[in-house]
């Protein structure tokens, strides 16, 4: 059977400065960032054949490739989804450099989400979507937002309460997860967030959806970041270490923004669990080999759940987990989110988290893992959901 | 450039082929569940299809409105302008003994009484003057 396993690479990494206001457009960070991933990876625009983005971005491939001077695309896709799309969006153009159909495939996520960033009425033109729902309501959100459940923050809240229910998960653990993250981000440079944090500062943080407070959420910033993906054939003249995608997988189900249906589904199965399986099966390695992992971090429980999905600890298991220290640079066994995460670095809605994912390859991390040869990377695990490996 | 939706007015849902059973249920005060014709099995949210048979045809029933209190989350900012004036206010799931679950708040009830697995019934809250919510309170008796 053919397989994307070990046959792609990520051969260049770029992003723009990350801020609360860039004061520039969505498509200018777009253009920006991946400029700079075509120029790391050692090629030029012309050598670029392939795009691959979230379907929820709003730069099209036009809007790419007339500003970016890519004379002629023979691959473009979109992936669903928001968070849960950074993944796929490497196991879509590793499908199409491994079967010929690209030779060299940019995936990039703009997101300009400052709060005066807003850029246009439309749902995804800045700001938060939330801000611009609609008084009628015509899909799933009407079993939602007319109780008042409007944010993710507050869906996420409602699946965090019954895993603190069923195993004795504490806020105190989310808190864990938030002080280790800006523990890193205190020595990363690209992070906007670098004043070192405490359980009790992340205590003394005011609620935004109880269990959740505002320490628990992700950033909102403005930025982007893209990467070149190519076969690995070709990977060894790149400029730089390749990093290797040893596996990539994908699942669907069950989706938060239908909370009745999640709940119909998740005490079977997650997204996330139906990922690892086939990630697992697919590079040929276990939990254990992995060195660091970039969780999806939209908010800080999402990595303890996240721990489970992929097998590092038992469902359930998450919370002593990260309060044994297993998650903090260096002394972890599993350094989590060594740039920051979404918590501390940026919110590019993970597209950070591979750009970091590939500095750990490379050995160029502020939070270097020593050796570091395979490096798990997640999108969001409770929407349509993915996941890659990618080695040395 | 800041472009606002603010608005005082609660976002209201609007009815389809699919699941108008439902919210019609709601404007008569009872909450009503697609039985899927062919196997039987009970669902919520509405769906066009059955789940477990791919049966297209179904039939509303209408629910005990009996169930227990799954999860929830109590609400600060932000959130919509429509809902700022009743910070903090509770979002709840309830387990339906049905076995569907849905999304709803909890009503008449005491601060310190809202826990997961207590029992709760429907009650219907009017929204203007074409919307009824299903909302839910402390059970009277033990179901």
Same mark, same amino acid.
């Given at each position: ?71 002629? $695309? ?5 992936? %669903?989804? &928001?968070?849960? +799309? !950074?993944?796929? #969006?490497?196991?879509?153009? *590793? ?118 407070? $505002? ?5 909102? %910033?403005? &930025?982007?970041? +893209? !990467?070149?993906? #190519?076969?690995?054939?070709? *990977? ?118 591979? $750009? ?37 | ?143």
């Amino acid at each position: 059977m053919t397989s994307i396993g070990d046959r792609a690479a990520i051969i260049g990494i770029g992003q723009t400065a990350f801020s609360k206001q860039s004061g520039k457009t969505e498509h200018r960070v777009a253009c920006e960032a991946i400029a700079a991933a075509i120029a790391d990876a050692g090629l030029r625009p012309q050598d670029i054949d392939g795009i691959v983005r979230y379907d929820i971005e709003s730069n099209t491939e036009l809007a790419v490739i007339y500003s970016l001077g890519i004379p002629h $695309l023979r691959f473009f896709a979109g992936v %669903t989804s &928001g968070g849960g +799309a !950074v993944c796929g #969006t490497i196991v879509l153009a *590793a499908m199409a450099v491994t079967t010929g159909q690209a030779t060299n495939v940019v995936c990039f996520r703009a997101r300009n989400r400052g709060k005066r960033s807003a850029s246009g009425p439309g749902k995804f033109a800045g700001g938060r979507p939330w801000e611009k729902t609609p008084p009628q309501l015509t899909d799933a959100y009407q079993y939602h937002i007319p109780f008042g459940l409007v944010t993710p923050a507050q869906e996420m809240a409602l699946i965090y309460r019954r895993h603190m229910h069923e195993y004795g998960t504490t806020t105190e653990h989310f808190g864990m997860v938030a002080v280790a993250q800006r523990a890193h981000a205190v020595r990363n440079p690209n992070a906007v967030m670098r004043r070192p944090l405490t359980l009790a500062d992340h205590e003394n943080s005011r609620w935004i959806a109880e269990p959740l407070r $505002l320490l628990d959420c992700c950033l909102e %910033t403005d &930025g982007a970041c +893209a !990467v070149v993906v #190519t076969a690995a054939e070709r *990977a060894r003249d790149a400029p730089h270490p390749p990093a290797y995608v040893l596996a990539g997988a994908q699942a669907e189900g069950p989706i938060h923004i239908q909370l009745a249906d999640y709940f119909q589904h998740c005490r079977e199965e997650t997204g996330g669990r139906a990922v690892a399986r086939q990630l697992y099966a697919m590079a040929g390695v276990t939990p254990a080999d992995i060195d660091a992992a970039m969780f999806y971090d939209h908010f800080s429980p999402a990595v303890l759940l996240s721990l489970e999905d992929y097998g590092f600890c038992e469902r359930g298991g998450s919370g002593p987990f990260v309060a044994a220290g297993n998650i903090a640079w260096p002394s972890g066994v599993l350094p989590v989110n060594t740039h920051g995460g979404s918590l501390s670095e940026a919110f590019i809605h993970g597209y950070n988290h591979l $750009l970091e994912g590939v500095r750990q390859i490379r050995g160029t991390s502020a939070c270097q893992v020593p050796d570091a040869e395979l490096v798990l990377v997640t999108s969001s695990n409770t929407d349509p959901t993915g996941a890659i490996i990618l080695r040395r | 450039m800041s472009v606002s939706f603010a608005s005082s007015l609660p976002p209201i849902p609007v009815p389809n082929a699919d699941n108008a059973g439902f919210w019609e249920g709601c404007r008569q005060r009872e909450l009503r569940l697609q039985c899927c014709a062919q196997c039987g099995s009970i669902r919520h949210p509405p769906r066009p299809m059955c789940p477990r048979c791919q049966c297209p045809e179904a039939e509303w029933r209408r629910a005990s409105g009996r169930g227990t209190l799954y999860t929830f989350t109590i609400v600060y900012a932000p959130t919509l302008a429509a809902f700022q004036s009743e910070i903090p206010y509770n979002v709840v799931v309830v387990h339906l003994e049905e076995g569907p679950f849905i999304v709803t708040n909890l009503v008449d009830y005491n601060a310190d009484q809202i826990a997961i697995g207590m029992p709760v019934e429907v009650v219907f809250e009017d929204v203007g003057d074409t919307v009824t919510l299903p909302k839910f309170r402390p059970a009277a008796t033990e179901p």
